[in-house]
């Protein structure tokens, strides 16, 4: 199974797989072509005919198309290049045939779909030679045209996506969320370090407290009582020292700061019950927020996956990008994870919203189970 929690998701533009790219090279050409003669004759027509009035059905026939074809190739670059697209939101105008061409022409959608239907057709020229020669070439096909595709998608996401008023509305939406989350995130962290305080340190030392209070009272006249006592309180005060440090540490462990994410990670993996292989390469250093929140998500993970999982082996990579640092955990256990609210899962998805990350897992029944956190480096 599938899912994904995220704060401000970054908008990722995957590559595309050969064929895919190869066949939407080879047949985007004549589609490219049709798009192009049908808009600008559309338009050269409308506009020389538009005293006359003939020419302004003919410019609304033309906007209407223009738009229409934007709306396919939008669904045809998410179908075959992966690129994250979604349809724009339809606003509906309850007026005029005239007041609704108004609309279309005020509307930027309109220019950008017209500009992504000229942009096109000479980067299909050039698509469709390298789409012909990738049949043939092998290593064309496996590494070339991806890229291609690739550079299409980015393209199609700067016209076709949203504006950029859009784009700033969504990201605002996001970080709203991010920001409600990490204050619930650290709320439940606050009340977990009460908790543990209160059941643990605090019952250890008033423990201390009253036999010291008791061996005072005897000093006098027991001192064999008084011995017991003290040995008691020592006893109590080691264990309150013991769990103040372990407390500390699960704040913020001493080896992480001190020897970065890579000798942190290793010691997390020592002591997991199952083999773990960890591989970390994070140069340069990130911020201490991201390798706090990188080094939580791991040994949540692998305690878990210990817990829940029944697998007998797991794997940590993290790597780091120009400005974000990628975990990702796996294990061949039975699968079937999935993000549920008050889940564990969530808890960790919960946990990358601090910095503005985001969590994505894919769980298939049967496994293996691949946990991701794309953690950005800059906020």
Same mark, same amino acid.
């Given at each position: 199974?599938t899912? /994904?929690? =995220?704060?401000?998701?970054?908008?990722v533009? !995957?590559?595309?797989?050969?064929?895919?790219?190869?066949?939407?090279?080879?047949?985007?050409?004549v589609?490219?072509i049709?798009?192009?003669?049908?808009?600008?004759?559309?338009?050269?027509?409308?506009?020389a005919?538009?005293? @006359?009035?003939i020419?302004?059905?003919?410019?609304?026939?033309? +906007?209407s198309?223009?738009?229409?074809?934007?709306?396919?190739?939008?669904?045809w670059?998410?179908?075959? *290049?992966?690129?994250?697209?979604?349809?724009?939101?339809?606003?509906?105008?309850?007026?005029? *045939?005239?007041?609704r061409?108004?609309?279309? $022409?005020?509307?930027?959608?309109?220019?950008?779909?017209?500009?992504?239907?000229v942009?096109?057709?000479? &980067?299909?020229?050039?698509?469709?030679?390298?789409?012909?020669?990738?049949?043939?070439?092998?290593?064309?096909?496996?590494?070339?045209?991806?890229?291609?595709g #690739?550079?299409h998608?980015?393209?199609?996401? =700067?016209?076709?996506?949203?504006n950029?008023?859009?784009?700033?509305?969504?990201?605002?939406?996001?970080?709203?969320? =991010?920001?409600?989350?990490?204050?619930?995130?650290?709320?439940?962290?606050r009340?977990?370090? /009460?908790?543990? $305080?209160?059941?643990?340190a605090?019952?250890?030392?008033?423990a201390?407290?009253?036999?010291?209070?008791?061996?005072?009272? %005897?000093?006098a006249n027991?001192?064999?009582?008084?011995? /017991?006592l003290?040995?008691?309180?020592h006893?109590?005060? %080691?264990?309150a020292v013991?769990?103040l440090?372990?407390l500390?540490?699960?704040?913020?462990?001493?080896?992480?700061?001190?020897?970065? *994410?890579?000798?942190?990670?290793?010691?997390?993996?020592?002591?997991s019950?199952?083999?773990?292989d960890?591989?970390v390469?994070?140069?340069p250093?990130? !911020?201490?927020?991201v390798? +706090?929140t990188?080094?939580?998500?791991v040994?949540?993970?692998?305690?878990?996956?210990?817990?829940?999982?029944g697998?007998?082996?797991?794997?940590?990579?993290? #790597?780091? +990008?120009?400005?974000? @640092?990628?975990v990702?955990? +796996?294990?061949?256990?039975?699968?079937?994870? /999935?993000?549920?609210?008050?889940?564990?899962?969530?808890?960790?998805?919960?946990?990358?919203?601090?910095?503005?990350?985001?969590?994505?897992?894919? =769980?298939?029944p049967?496994g293996?189970?691949?946990?991701?956190a794309? &953690?950005?480096?800059?906020?």
């Open positions: 199974m899912g /994904e929690q =995220s704060a401000a998701p970054p908008v533009v !995957p590559r595309p797989g050969s064929i895919r790219t190869i066949t939407f090279m080879v047949t985007g050409l589609w490219r049709l798009q192009f003669v049908l808009c600008v004759v559309g338009i050269a027509v409308g506009m005919t538009v005293v @006359v009035w020419g302004i059905p003919i410019l609304i026939g033309t +906007t198309m223009v738009r229409g074809f934007g709306a396919a190739d939008r669904r670059a998410r179908k075959m *290049l992966g690129t994250p697209l979604e349809d724009p939101e339809e606003i509906r105008i309850e007026s005029s *045939l005239l007041r061409w108004q609309f279309q $022409l005020t509307d930027p959608r309109t220019w950008r779909d017209l500009a992504y239907i942009a096109t057709l000479p &980067l299909a020229c050039v698509e469709f030679a390298v789409g012909v020669a990738s049949i043939v070439v092998v290593p064309m096909a496996l590494w070339v045209a991806p890229w291609l #690739w550079a998608s980015q393209l199609a996401m =700067s016209l076709l996506g949203p950029r008023t859009k784009r700033l509305e969504v990201k605002a939406q996001h970080l709203q969320a =991010s920001r409600a989350r990490g204050v619930d995130a650290a709320e439940a962290e009340r977990r370090i /009460e908790r543990d $305080l209160h059941d643990g605090q019952q250890r030392l008033v201390v407290a009253m036999s010291l209070g008791r061996a005072k009272s %005897k000093f027991d001192p064999d009582a008084v011995r /017991e003290i040995d008691e309180a006893t109590d005060a %080691k264990l013991s769990e440090r372990d500390a540490r699960g704040i913020y462990p001493a080896v992480l700061g001190d020897r970065g *994410l890579d000798a942190a990670l290793s010691a997390q993996a020592a002591k019950p199952i083999h773990v960890v591989q390469d994070v140069e250093r990130p !911020p201490a927020a390798e +706090t990188a080094y939580f998500i040994g949540e993970t692998l305690t878990n996956i210990a817990k829940h999982s697998a007998t082996e797991a794997g940590v990579k993290v #790597w780091r +990008t120009e400005d974000m @640092v990628v990702e955990i +796996t294990d061949n256990g039975r699968g079937g994870a /999935e993000v549920r609210p008050g889940g564990g899962l969530a808890g960790l998805a919960d946990r990358a919203a601090t910095i503005d990350g985001v969590i994505t897992v894919v =769980s298939p049967g293996p189970t691949v946990i991701r794309d &953690l950005p480096c800059q906020w």
